[in-house]
C-alpha cells in the first residue's frame, strides 16, 4: 500500500496562490499516474487534475484549467499543484490519490490509495 502526505494547504485571500505537494511512499512511483481531489463542505469530492506517470500527459477540470498546474518529481516521489489565482470556490480539502495504472482517470473509483488531505481556505 503506497502511503500518501499532502502539505501546503493554508489561507490565502482571493488572487493570491498556494502549491501543495504530495509525498508517496515506495519506489515505483513512475509507474502510475495521480491526481488531485477536492471536496468543499456540502459538495461530493471532485476531479481537481490528474498526471500520468511519466508526467508526459495532464489533464484538468474546466474550473481549474489555465490557474492551476500539475507536475511530478518522480525522482523525488513527489506531485505538486501549483494553484494560482485562487478563489473562495476553491475553498476545499485537496487530496492526492494515486491512480491503478499510468492512465488519468477522473473517476474516483480507478484511485486506490488516498491521502489525509489539507486545507485550502480562500477568503474574498
Known amino acids: 500500500q503506497v502511503q500518501l502526505v499532502e502539505s501546503g494547504g493554508g489561507m490565502v485571500q482571493t488572487g493570491g496562490s498556494l502549491r501543495l505537494s504530495c509525498a508517496a511512499s515506495?519506489?515505483?512511483?513512475?509507474?502510475?499516474?495521480m491526481a488531485w481531489f477536492r471536496q468543499a463542505p456540502g459538495k461530493e469530492r471532485e476531479f481537481v487534475a490528474g498526471?500520468?506517470?511519466?508526467?508526459?500527459?495532464?489533464r484538468y477540470a474546466d474550473s481549474v484549467r489555465g490557474r492551476f498546474t500539475i507536475s511530478r518529481d518522480n525522482a523525488k516521489n513527489t506531485m505538486y499543484l501549483q494553484m494560482n489565482n485562487l478563489s473562495p470556490e476553491d475553498t476545499a480539502v485537496y487530496y492526492c490519490?494515486?491512480?491503478?495504472?499510468?492512465?488519468?482517470?477522473?473517476?474516483?473509483?480507478?484511485?486506490?490509495?488516498w491521502g489525509q488531505g489539507t486545507q485550502v481556505t480562500v477568503s474574498s
Open positions: 490519490a494515486k491512480d491503478r495504472d499510468l492512465l488519468i482517470s477522473s473517476r474516483e473509483g480507478e484511485y486506490d490509495s
Open positions: 515506495g519506489r515505483t512511483f513512475s509507474s502510475y499516474a
Open positions: 498526471i500520468s506517470g511519466s508526467g508526459t500527459n495532464k
